[in-house]
């Protein structure tokens, strides 16, 4: 049988992201595209998508190095290394015993987990994103794609530069998909969660759901995001301690 060689160098382990409140453990890869190859699948003993078959190398080697990243918190949380599968929405299919979510982008590879609570009684998940900083001339075009004119608003106060406040809130709103997804099962659109506060001494934005999503999921819940911002990306995060933080009026 042909020994496997997998590509050199192509992911290392970075420093993880220590996350306030946070019982569980967020590993953090960079990878080169440039270094990938198909072996590395079978090296990590990953299923290698129908899908892929014709996807670009870049796509191939986002996933890879974000499943790469979840082998390592499993092993981090000590436990055994599963296979986790994607979903309807690309989305990762976790085992029972954890939660866990994964972002990719621009040679980084991010995995939130942490064992699953026993008190937890939504199917609420982990939720984290990665995210380039939105040149200048995409605000205008993608502003109200992602936020209301109440949300600009509002972080026009707190923040000087409109091109990192539209990718913060992005970010936010794409790390709160992931942890809710879970529990509402279907597709819902950014503007149905509204930016109801923004706290600068803890990096934390506050969303107040604008519709019913789930039996779990209701009008007026608030949910917390963390950020951490560096020199041209920005980091989210939400996770089960942090959701349905504090109820708001029913008429919001």
């Known amino acids: ?18 996350l306030p409140q946070f019982q569980g453990i967020c590993t953090h890869y960079r990878f080169d595209v440039n270094r990938y190859s198909d072996d590395l699948y079978i090296h990590h003993q990953v299923p ?16 890879i190095a974000g499943r790469i990243a979840a082998e390592q918190a ?10 986790v599968p994607i979903g309807n929405l690309r989305e990762p299919l976790w085992p029972n ?4 979510s994964i972002s990719h982008h621009n040679g980084h590879a991010y995995c939130l987990m942490m064992p699953r609570p026993a008190n937890l009684h939504s199917p ?33 106060a707190y923040f000087e530069r409109p091109e990192f406040a539209l990718t913060l809130i992005f970010s936010a709103k794409e790390s709160l998909f992931k942890a809710l997804y879970p529990a509402v099962g279907r597709y819902f659109d950014f503007l149905d969660i509204r930016l109801s506060s923004i ?29 951490q911002q ?8 939400v996770y089960p301690c942090l959701l349905y933080t504090s109820p708001s009026p029913r008429d919001l």
């Open 230 to 237: 560096f020199a041209n990306a920005v980091v989210t995060w």
């Open 74 to 83: 499993f092993i981090g949380l000590g436990l055994e290394p599963q296979t």
């Open 199 to 227: 706290n600068l001494d803890d990096n934390s934005v506050a969303f107040t759901l604008r519709n019913d999503l789930s039996m779990h999921l209701l009008r007026g819940y608030t949910v917390t995001v963390h950020w």
């Open 124 to 156: 609420v998940s982990l939720g984290i994103d990665i995210e380039s900083l939105i040149g200048n001339d995409d605000v205008d075009t993608m502003g109200l794609n992602i936020m209301s004119s109440s949300e600009i608003s509002l972080t026009s």
């Open 97 to 100: 015993s954890v939660l866990g």
């Open 1 to 18: 049988m042909r020994a496997i060689t997998p590509a050199v160098n192509f992911a290392h382990r970075a420093d993880n992201i220590t």
């Open 48 to 63: 290698f998508p129908s899908a892929f078959h014709s996807a670009s190398a870049l796509r191939k080697a986002e996933f």
